[in-house]
């Protein structure tokens, strides 16, 4: 039986392919890796084809793990994907920007867009630009006197109906969709015939844009709550 840990299992669709990767996270390569052409555009809103594809391959990725697939990454690349943008602007009250402040806008940017969008589950949260006393930056600069603090947020989601579909889906497998990625955006950050898409998204899950906030499961206790929600500053 392989070390499970260091296995994660991928499955991205769109409306010309399915792939699908059981990818080895310590040596950067894949252990299973099956793709299907779609020539006649892949309906999301009929998903027999998916289910076809997975039956194929789920048990081959199985025999290989010597154990059940228990969790996978799904990532979408479609048109509906929703994008939207939050700016929110914040008083600092001491002299440097410094992780509470932030963490607090991102914390209220996030739940702004829970509160408005709610029939849609978040994707990817990303800092475009930070507006600080007035001077707009790409990347935070962490030794810079504030006194005003903006930042804009964007939100890309799913809507909670194709998610709801396919993890009914993936109940059958008994499989948890663990995380839902957005393909257009893992490929925007890569030479797509220079990288395999297995490794893309092993390193855009792992901090690859340094300006996106890094969503992590409540049940992980292992570290602070701001460790866990964004990378920024390390």
Known sequence: MIEEINLETYLYISKNEFKIFLFDKKNLKNLYKNELKIYDKFNFQDLKDLVKFLDENIYEIEKILG???????????????????ICLKKKNYDEFINKKNLENIL?????????????????????????????????????????????????????NELTYSLEKILEKYQIKISQYLNGSYIKSFFKENETELSEMIYKIRNGHNDNEVILISKNKENKGFFEKFFQLFS
């Open 67 to 85: 154990n059940f697939v228990k969790n996978i990454i799904l990532i979408i690349e479609r048109n509906e994907n929703l994008s939207i943008d």
């Open 107 to 159: 914390i209220e940017a996030k739940d702004l867009f829970k509160t408005n969008f709610q029939e849609y589950t978040i994707m990817h949260m990303v800092i475009n630009n930070y507006l600080i006393n007035g001077k707009k930056h790409l990347s935070l600069i962490k030794d810079l006197r504030c006194d005003d603090l903006c930042l804009d947020i964007n939100f890309t989601s799913i809507s």
